[in-house]
Nanobody, 126 residues
Framework: QFTLVASGGGLVQPGGSLRLSCTPS??????????IGWFRQAPGKEREGVSL????????NYADSVKGRFTVSRDHSKNIVYLQMDNLEPEDAGVYYC?????????????????WGQGTQVTVSS
């Protein structure tokens, strides 16, 4: 059993950028074998899917709300998955999590995702 740790959050002004990182809780775990999803949860709201990346990294999927602003990528040599967030909006604020699960196109849901771990807070405010 392992969990994924999201990091890199912080306070940023609208229009600003952040890069989140997703790493396994144990160095024994190789993310290469897993598709990874990014999710976020704002206060009082349900968790929503943001982006997915396939095991190879060739397949990516984004929620409509972040298309053209967020970019998901992975570096197998560093055993890490990134979420580059540009042109951030106040609506992007929340706790961001990464998890392992199936790669699919279309609507991103947290169904069938696991290894939830520590999230990272993103605050977008002037």
């Amino acid at each position: 059993q392992f969990t994924l740790v999201a990091s890199g959050g912080g306070l940023v002004q609208p229009g600003g950028s952040l890069r989140l990182s997703c790493t396994p809780s144990s160095s024994n775990i190789t993310l290469y074998y897993y598709a990874i999803g990014w999710f976020r949860q704002a206060p009082g709201k349900e968790r929503e899917g943001v982006s997915l990346i396939s095991r190879s990294g060739e397949g990516t999927n984004y929620a409509d709300s972040v298309k053209g602003r967020f970019t998901v990528s992975r570096d197998h040599s560093k055993n890490i998955v990134y979420l580059q967030m540009d042109n951030l909006e106040p609506e992007d604020a929340g706790v961001y999590y990464c998890a392992v699960g199936p790669f699919e196109y279309g609507l991103i849901t947290d169904r069938d995702f696991g290894s939830w771990g520590q999230g990272t807070q993103v605050t977008v405010s002037s």
